[in-house]
């Protein structure tokens, strides 16, 4: 080979230390890499408790001991060999993965670019043994002192890779993801143990044998336990069905980024596309644009369903099916919140931080609000349980078998027996309306005060979902708004590309009752308009032109769904009653009995809340009397 400098370049073998160091840069990207393939190994070796301890922020030092079932002194040389591992043997395993690690090369790539130390003990040993590496070099097994388990110490991460290390953020940068990776873990394995200290200090210290609401309100903060609401699936159909169980946070408590997500596929954390726009399409009309939920997913599936083995730090999948699971997503956590109280109440509002680490600083909101459902089905099976053996993740049947045990029928769910639906404002005897915008009642928990022109822009796009829904008739087409000519069109300056996207928005103005005709090279004709919209005094000319303005936008796909509830998001808020506008009283009564109504009626189509409620015990304290 000749490269453009004219020298000449032999094909070599790589040196095997270069070859582990260039492995470790897919496999080691900083210290909470290290301590991840560690805690992996901890939880396949069937560990019950779990104790990770850092120093410098892990650029120092990084130890994982645990209890598991030890190494074989024969085999802790091995174990730092590269693709050396006992979790796989032949390419059949791939299609069948059931373990957290199994590649084979983190621990080589670990020790190629640091101090690493290793010692081991089973529990048919008398003595453990133990083992040191540095870069290539690989000590003698000799032994030593120390309990059943493993413990792993890792120090002087790239001490010999420089260009690497300068690349580290600060110790407590470091540190916060370090952390953040122990939690994430310990959030799939409430059945183990995890503690964590910094520089000698204990950060973490979660007990084992929690349930998973328990391990997850550990983690979370118990502050935002109330504004969890618990999601159950169960589709069992074939191979490629799932169970899952989760909580999501009421949308009250939603974020500006999507870090408050943490989804696991048989107990390792993962990121998928396909889920986050599920989670986001269950929220969509009950949070603001730009903002994320709180979710926590625990999926579990055949591993024949699912390829793991797609992404060195084992992070993305890829689903036979991945429309199978985007739906059973989409609809447990819609039939989720359909159940909630969404209603924010007025109180007290604070910050909590991230277990005091969080590695971008982001704090977790805790907002006064109404309770969540009681727990049911899917967790009450793992509140009765035992920790599995040797501290394991519940099999896959288990979980199947605890979701069949309990009705997924709303009807028939542990909800459906208390006392009474989640609360909802009902008719008032007396009902105040405040400054012409907003509307002043009572349930029972305290008062409610209704923005009106949330409300009925809630109400409004409720009512054009149901006209446009389903076939139009017997031509099997789909429904559309009824239309109205104009007598006289409107005429509407536009923009040669709007002009130019007139025919992909055909369709869409056809199911929307608009018919656009163009008149010149920069103007259109609206030469027919919804009578909906007509009905309510909404200026066709303008109406249009926002319209194209807003389909110019590159995101803006006119055949889709998204499109088409944006355009009637923009619809309802034209049509609904404004701030400033006098309602009487029966159009007050009919305002509120429409909000018992019509779904998600806790929140505009925008995600703003249509509501806030003042309960009594905040009253009450408000006042001095508790």
């Not at 024969?74 to 069948?96: G, P, Q, V």
Request: aromatic share 4%; proline share 6%.
């Amino acid at each position: 080979m000749t490269p453009p400098d004219g020298r000449e370049r032999r094909i070599r073998k790589l040196p095997a230390l270069l070859v582990n160091q260039i492995a470790a840069g897919e496999v080691v990207e900083r210290p909470a890499s290290v301590v991840k393939e560690l805690v992996d190994n901890a939880l396949d070796a069937g560990a019950t408790r779990i104790t990770v301890d850092l120093e410098g922020g892990g650029i120092e030092l990084v130890r994982v001991t645990d209890d598991g079932c030890g190494i074989a002194p024969e085999d802790l040389s091995l174990a730092l060999a590269d693709h050396a591992t006992s979790k796989i043997t032949e390419a059949a395993d791939l299609d069948r993965i059931g373990t957290m690690g199994f590649r084979g090369e983190a621990l080589a790539s670990i020790a190629s670019v640091s101090r690493l130390s290793m010692r081991s003990r089973r529990a048919a040993d008398t003595a453990a043994s133990q083992v040191e590496a540095e870069g290539e070099r690989i000590g003698q097994v000799t032994p030593a002192g120390g309990p059943v388990g493993t413990s792993v110490t890792v120090r002087n991460l790239f001490f010999n890779t420089p260009a690497r290390r300068k690349f580290l953020r600060t110790p407590a940068t470091e540190q916060g993801h370090c952390l953040d990776i122990v939690e994430t873990l310990a959030m799939s394995h409430p059945a183990i143990g995890f503690a964590a200290s910094t520089d000698g200090k204990r950060g973490i210290d979660l007990a084992p044998g929690q349930s998973p609401r328990e391990r997850v309100v550990a983690v979370l903060g118990a502050e935002i336990e109330s504004q969890l609401v618990e999601v159950h699936a169960d589709r069992f159909d074939d191979s490629r069905g799932l169970a899952m169980w989760g909580v999501v946070g009421l949308p009250s408590i939603a974020r500006a980024t999507a870090k408050a997500q943490w989804v696991f596929l048989n107990g390792r954390p993962i990121r998928d596309k396909s889920i986050q726009h599920a989670i986001k399409e269950a929220f969509r009309g009950l949070i603001e644009p730009g903002r994320f939920p709180t979710a926590v997913l625990m999926i579990e599936m055949d591993p024949g369903a699912v390829d793991v083995n797609v992404h060195p730090r084992k992070t993305e999948v890829r689903f036979r099916d991945q429309s199978v699971v985007h739906s059973v997503v989409l609809r447990a956590i819609r039939e989720a919140l359909a159940g909630a109280d969404l209603t924010p109440s007025v109180a007290g509002i604070g910050w909590r931080g991230q277990s005091g680490h969080g590695s971008a600083g982001e704090d977790r909101a805790v907002v006064g609000v109404g309770g969540s459902p009681a727990p049911g089905g899917f967790v009450d099976y793992f509140q009765r349980q035992p920790a599995a053996p040797s501290g394991e993740r519940l099999s896959f049947e288990a979980i199947r078998e605890a979701v069949q045990g309990g009705s997924t029928d709303p009807a028939a769910s542990p909800r459906a027996a208390e006392p009474g639906p989640i609360d909802q404002p009902r008719p008032a005897e007396r009902v105040l309306q405040v400054h012409n915008s907003f509307v002043v009642t009572q349930d029972e928990q305290g008062i409610v005060i209704v923005d009106q022109h949330a409300l009925h822009e809630r109400v409004m796009f409720e009512d054009l979902i149901a006209r446009i829904s389903g076939r139009g008739g017997t031509d099997g087409q789909p429904a559309r708004l009824e239309s109205q000519r104009m007598l006289v069109p409107p005429v509407v300056e536009v923009t040669r590309r709007q002009l130019d996207r007139l025919g992909d928005l055909a369709p869409l103005f056809e199911r929307l009752g608009i018919e656009v005709e163009p008149i010149g090279p920069a103007a259109v004709a609206v030469q027919g308009f919804p009578t909906f919209l007509f009905d309510r005094e909404v200026d066709a000319g303008p109406f249009v032109k926002e319209l194209l303005e807003k389909a110019e936008a590159s995101e803006f796909v006119p055949g889709s769904e998204e499109a088409l509830h944006e355009v009637l998001d923009m619809m309802a808020c034209k049509a609904a009653v404004k701030a400033g506008d006098r309602l009487t009283e029966s159009e007050l009564r009919d305002l509120l009995k429409m909000r018992e109504e019509v779904e998600r009626s806790s929140n505009c189509p925008h995600g703003r809340p249509t509501s806030i409620r003042v309960t009594i015990r905040e009253l009450e304290k408000r006042f001095g009397r508790v």
